[in-house]
C-alpha cells in the first residue's frame, strides 16, 4: 500500500510504494551511481580494487557501495578485495555479520554467561552435553 514518507536522501515527502526509503529522483540518482561502480568493477584489471580505490575512481559514497554489498548486488565473490564492517568493531568482513574476532567474543561471552547461569542455578541437575558426532554418514 502507498503511504507517504519522507525521502532518506534529500527529506522531500514521497509517496512510497515498495520498501524503497529515497524518493524517485534520488532513487535514479542510485541507481546512476551503481551503474558507475558496476562498470567499473567489471573492468578486468579493476576486480581487485580496495573499497578506498572504487570510492577515489567513481566518487560514490561507501556507505552505497556497502549497501549494494550487503544487498547482494555487488558479489564478493568476483571482488577479493572489497568488503563491507563487521556489525560489531567496523572491521572488514566478506561474509556474516561479524569478524572472526568479533565472533570469537561472542562464544566467549556466551559460554561465560552459560557458565556463570550452571554456578548460580541451585538445582542439581545434570547437565547435557552435545558431542559432535564424528561417524556422521
Ligand atoms: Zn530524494
Ligand atoms: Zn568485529
New binding site residues.
Given amino acids: 500500500m502507498a503511504e507517504l514518507a519522507n525521502?532518506a536522501?534529500?527529506?522531500?515527502l514521497?509517496v512510497k510504494h515498495s520498501i524503497r526509503d529515497?524518493?524517485e529522483?534520488?532513487y535514479r540518482e542510485e541507481e546512476r551511481q551503481f551503474e558507475r561502480v558496476y562498470a567499473f568493477l567489471r573492468r578486468r584489471e579493476n576486480r581487485t580494487a580496495t573499497m578506498a580505490q572504487v570510492v577515489d575512481a567513481t566518487g560514490v559514497e561507501e556507505k552505497l557501495i556497502i549497501k549494494w554489498i550487503r544487498a547482494g548486488r555487488l558479489q564478493l565473490v568476483h571482488f577479493p578485495n572489497l568488503g563491507y564492517p563487521c556489525d560489531s568493531c567496523g572491521a572488514m568482513i566478506r561474509e556474516g555479520r561479524l569478524c572472526a574476532k568479533c565472533l570469537g567474543q561472542l562464544q566467549a561471552d556466551l559460554r561465560r554467561a552459560e557458565e556463570e547461569k550452571e554456578r548460580g542455578a541451585s538445582s542439581p541437575r545434570q547437565t547435557t552435553y552435545y558431542t559432535q558426532d564424528k561417524t556422521k554418514r
Fill in positions: 525521502c536522501k534529500c527529506g522531500r514521497f529515497v524518493c529522483s534520488c
